[in-house]
């Protein structure tokens, strides 16, 4: 059963963060957001200009919105839906990329990289605070993303906490 994250042009331009903290905070709530793992998607419905050609990910309003939501919740990406393709997309909403026409989003590596790393560190904190198996889904972040991690660079992160 899929969650579904509907946003409008008042919401996004407002940074009005209501559309998603009603679902995740109820999620919370019911202590349901380990059996909701990779069910979120967002439906975004941002009226533009006609004859604008920009993605969604490339309109500034779109991604501060985004911005906003993940300085909220930085685990998120564990409620969303990876096979449908939203890890792609909130990813382009908060690492600067550019659009090829025959090889898709391409993102500038360097930020792919921090981002990467940054969220493999808060995900495996909150994960393990989750009581949830953390190294298979974070190798599995990374491949998504383009990256293979090893066993030693979790038994670092161990080390280290």
Known sequence: MTITITLNNDSINNLDLSPALTVIESLLQDKAITSNEQLLSFEINYTREQNDPRELSEIPEVRLWFVRLDAKYPWLLFLLDWKEGELARYA?????HQFNSKEGIQYNPEALEIFLMHKIFILSDWLKGQSIPTQFRLKSLAQILGYELDDAF?????KSN
């Open 92 to 96: 382009a909403m908060l690492v600067p």
């Open 154 to 158: 979790f038994e670092m992160i161990e």
